[in-house]
């Protein structure tokens, strides 16, 4: 997949296509996970819970596979009704006056009880997986990138949308098993 046609929704996935074919397998999801930091159990846990979710969602009209692949290019079929609203329905767009409508206590960045009141809100009657996977997205980040003063950045969440981030973390860690 060339840069320029990416979207930002493809960005935001396109670090855990480890070998860059357009296509995410479980392993991949895996790998991604670990090499942003996480532990074993919370990358296997991501990585089944991400691949069986997606994978059908992105390969409509084509049989079931059991390695799950997540096709880059047709991420935006994966939204799901408790998307927090930060893209839209193509995921082409980032929309942050979503982000911003929730952080009060600081300009640019959600306390733990702005998020859960963002969670809260954007939830669809009846749409439990969307539940699971909205609230599953934002802890995860929240856990991985809170600061000092347990704050998610604005710049943070926007370096998670549009790709960024992944690298980011992925070098930091690199460096400091280096030193």
Not at 33 to 54: D, E, K, P, Q, W
Not at 84 to 107: C, M, W
Not at 118 to 135: H, Q
């Amino acid at each position: 997949i060339e840069n320029n046609d990416e979207n930002v929704l493809q960005k935001h996935v396109m670090f855990f296509d480890r070998n860059k074919d357009g296509i995410i397998y479980p392993s991949e999801t895996f790998q991604g996970f670990r090499a942003i930091g996480c532990g074993y159990l919370l990358s296997i846990i991501a990585a089944t819970f991400i691949n069986v979710g997606l994978s059908r969602k992105t390969r409509r009209g084509k049989s079931f596979s059991l390695h799950f692949p997540i096709e880059v290019k047709n991420i935006h079929m994966s939204k799901h009704g408790n998307d927090s609203g930060v893209y839209d329905e193509q995921g082409s767009r980032l929309i942050v006056s979503t982000f911003v409508k929730y952080a009060r206590t600081h300009p640019d960045a959600l306390t733990l009880d702005e998020l859960n009141k963002f969670l809260k809100s954007n939830r669809e009657r009846k749409d439990f997986a969307g539940w699971l996977g909205s609230f599953t997205e934002w802890k995860i980040l929240y856990l991985l990138c809170k600061d000092e003063q347990s704050l998610l950045k604005k710049d943070v969440v926007r370096a998670t949308y549009d790709g960024s981030l992944f690298e980011r973390m992925a070098n930091e860690k690199e460096s400091k098993q280096k030193a």
